[in-house]
DNA sequence: TCCCCTACGGGACAAATGTCCCCTGCCCTT
DNA sequence: AAGGGCAGGGGACATTTGTCCCGTAGGGGA
């Protein structure tokens, strides 16, 4: 729960009070999963946002031919959920599961929005994330459309060079929209 | 004007009062620009965001090789402008020019704040669009990691099926990350 | 301890996509 | 009215990317 309020604080720029940080805690449920377990499946409404607190997620759907594609990574002070299921409460078409043990902070849209209402480093955090968010979309589907996949790898290297630690090469390829063949070769030319 | 007082209302779910709207009125500029004019060029700082009256406008990058990349289009009732040079103040990697004669209306980053902060309307309409924002941006990057160009090109039709018509096969190809031939060869299997 | 599953890489080939020509027709400008 | 530029489409070919095999090594689970 430390790290969840260190986030705020950082990422509104000011500080909470303990009465704060009480109503924030009791808000959010805590929660462990398992390697392999499933925070969210494919056809349910997403009712939960979760702060990853340590371990990791990600976000992926499957085609008709069963080819998993990755949308999303998460890690430790990452959340990670279907923004369009938990705002309009459609059915998802992500799954999302555990790739490690991993301690969540979860919270359902009231309760968010209830935070939101009545502390301002937690509305100014949530206006600080959805700008980024958009941002850091629009700069992956500008990488989409117009870099070849081997920049979109070394792109990808360079603002997350953990990830390559942290997920295996076929996670790798799936997030970058490629398949490992790929990925494997330009891998090979690099070295 | 009453197009965006229109547009607010619509979004935010509430109606403006007569002082609002002078307010709103009174902090937009109205501006006309025409075919092939620029609103933004790459290096600029985003300083306006604008609200399209009528016309339509395309915001790209433009490679190494001289390739063009559309990230968006814009017509009436969209808004333009790069969103990262905008709240981040950052030179923008994008050109944005117009598809035709365009009526605008610009705005400033702390006149729009300040809007937000003081009409309701505003504020629910800035969180609503910034919400399917992130929306339709997570949906087109999961199109371009999961889809082939012609599912891709088959869900720009089902989206914006006036797409086609209104802009060039060699931008909608731009749009979509792919060759002007490939878009051809689609469009020669599906009739 | 053993076994199985998964990650990863290689080779051969197929399929998709892009590039570079060409040509045509149309619109806009002069 | 004429000319220039651009959208669009076709053919031939190169390149990229994917698919389908295969094998190996290592780690986790029974």
Redesign the pocket.
Same mark, same amino acid.
């Given at each position: 729960m430390e790290l969840l309020f260190a986030y705020f604080e950082v990422k509104s720029g000011t500080l909470l009070t303990d009465m704060e940080k009480k109503r924030i805690a009791s808000r959010f449920l805590a929660k462990r999963l398992r390697?392999r377990q499933y925070l969210l499946q494919e056809g349910d409404i997403c009712k939960y946002f979760s702060f990853i607190v340590q371990g990791a997620a990600r976000t992926y759907s499957v085609d008709e031919k069963g080819n998993e594609h990755i949308l999303h990574f998460g890690t430790s002070g990452w959340w990670v959920g279907d923004n369009e299921s938990f705002t309009l409460h459609t059915p998802t078409r992500y799954n999302i599961d555990m790739l490690g043990d991993t301690e969540l902070l979860v919270i359902t849209e009231s309760d968010l929005q209830e935070l939101i209402d009545t502390i301002s480093a937690v509305s100014k955090t949530i206006a600080a994330i959805s700008s980024q968010r958009v941002i850091s979309a629009e700069k992956r589907i500008h990488a989409a459309i117009s870099q070849?996949?081997?920049e979109r790898f070394a792109a990808l290297n360079a603002a997350y060079p953990d990830f390559l630690q942290k997920f295996?090469? +076929?996670?790798i390829a799936s997030y970058l929209?490629?398949?490992?063949?790929?990925?494997?070769?330009i891998? +090979?030319n690099s070295k």
């Open positions: 390697k070849t996949p081997e295996p090469l +076929n996670m929209g490629i398949s490992t063949k790929t990925l494997g070769r891998r +090979n």
